[in-house]
Structure formats: C-alpha cells, structure tokens
C-alpha cells in the first residue's frame, strides 16, 4: 500500500492513474499552476525510480534563469514517462504471474510422480479410455504446439496407454515423467490442461 499527497493507493499502478488522470485534467483546462504542482510532486516521487525522469522538462533547462517555464508542455512529457513506467510494471506482473503459474505446475507434478512410486496410494476407479481421450482432444486443439510436435506427443500417449493396458508399471511410470517434462516446457496452460487426465492415469499406473 502506498501513500502520496493525502492519497492511499493499493499499488504502484493505481498511482500513476491518479497522476496520469491528474495530468489529463491540467492539460484539458489549460491549468498552469495545478500543472507546476503536479510537476513539483511528480518528480520527487518517482525520481528514484524512473532515471532521467527530468530529462527533457523546460523546468530543469536553464534551472536558475529567470524565465517562464511551459509546465503544460512539461507535464505531457511526464504523462508518457508515466505510461511507459507503467506499461513496464504491467508486464513485469505479467511475467511474475506466469512465472507463479509454471511453480504450481511443477509442484503438481512433483507430487504426481512422487505419487506414482507410492505402493499405499487409495485405490480409485478410473477410466483410462477416456482419459486418453480427453488428453487427446486436448493436443489436437492446443496452439501451444506445431503438427510435429502434437504428433510426437500423440505418440507418446499411445506409449503410455499401452504401458497401462499390459499393466507395465515401470515402463509407464517413464513415459509420464517424459510427458511430463515436455508438456511443461511447451506451455503452462497446456499443462494446465492435461495434468487432471495425466494425474488419474499416473493413480492407475500406481495400483498395479
């Protein structure tokens, strides 16, 4: 939570759309002092973080000189420092949130395959028809992979599903991790997707 000129923000971007706002309307009205005020608050907030955030402002050439400063034209030059600043952040959240998305696969995939060497996991009832399916309904339809790519995975499926009918547990076992390994190195949201259907033949693999 942060905290500028009376105002309580919950984060960084929700900010810099005050200021950004705040901006818009000093330059809609044409108001020069409440854009030198902006411009006086702008600067000392995010000079830290922004470097040559001065730079280009009619109010830090010359500084000393006696003369009248354009703080209209100063305040949309920091309006587009502003944008861009956030537009970074935007994408840095982005890539935080996916880079979280990918731990939690990896997670629920280290916990299936710890999974599949556990003699006293409970017993269920599944399908593994249907869930070779669904897995494969899956691949046809993703964009994270090219044709040869959804053949090589289609391939390794018809693998496991034979793993499975002739009840070779350690062979199977293998070609989940592999499965595994490449689904995540393609895409999370494909991971995303198989991961139930690979989970419940990996239970199976598990009962033999």
Not at 1 to 25: P, Q
Not at 39 to 68: A, C, H, S, W
Not at 147 to 162: D, P, R, T, V
């Amino acid at each position: 939570m942060e905290m500028y000129g009376g105002e309580i923000y919950l984060n960084k971007i929700e900010m810099i759309d005050y200021y950004i706002l705040e901006i818009e309307l000093a330059i809609a009205n044409s108001l020069v002092e409440r854009a030198r005020e902006r411009e006086d608050e702008i600067v000392p907030v995010f000079d830290n973080e922004l470097k040559g955030i001065t730079y280009g402002l009619d109010n830090y050439i010359g500084f000393g000189l006696d003369r009248q400063v354009n703080y209209l034209s100063d305040i949309k030059l920091l309006k587009a420092k502003l944008e861009n600043y956030k537009a970074n952040l935007e994408l840095d959240e982005w890539a935080a949130e996916r880079e979280l998305e990918k731990l939690r696969l990896q997670q629920s995939i280290l916990t299936i395959t710890n999974n599949a060497s556990n003699e006293n996991t409970i017993t269920n009832e599944i399908n593994v028809n249907n869930d070779i399916t669904n897995v494969i309904k899956i691949i046809e339809s993703t964009k994270d992979l090219d044709e040869i790519e959804k053949e090589e995975l289609q391939g390794q499926i018809a693998k496991l599903n034979l793993a499975v009918t002739t009840q070779n547990k350690e062979k199977g076992q293998g070609i989940v991790k592999e499965i595994l390994k490449f689904v995540v190195d393609k895409g999370t949201d494909l991971g995303i997707a198989l991961l139930p259907y690979i989970g419940s033949i990996t239970r199976t693999l598990n009962q033999m």
